[in-house]
């Protein structure tokens, strides 16, 4: 990432300076973050099931 005149910086409220410090991986502070997500926590899982897919309103009842 090159500093951009105007641009706003990601993290703190202010322009941009272009230290990189939003290009940093949070885990290694030697990497570049290449979005891998390990960063991220994920404890829960949702899942819906689907019965049916209506195509037609007039198929649809309330039960």
């Given amino acids: ?12 409220d202010r322009e941009c300076t272009g230290c990189l410090e939003c290009e940093t991986c949070d885990l290694d502070p030697n990497k570049v973050c290449d979005n891998c997500g390990k960063c991220i926590e994920f404890h829960d899982v949702a899942s819906i099931k689907i019965d049916k897919i209506y195509t037609d309103p007039d198929e649809y009842k309330e039960d």
């Fill in 1 to 12: 990432m090159e500093k951009k005149l105007g641009q706003e910086c990601v993290l703190y």
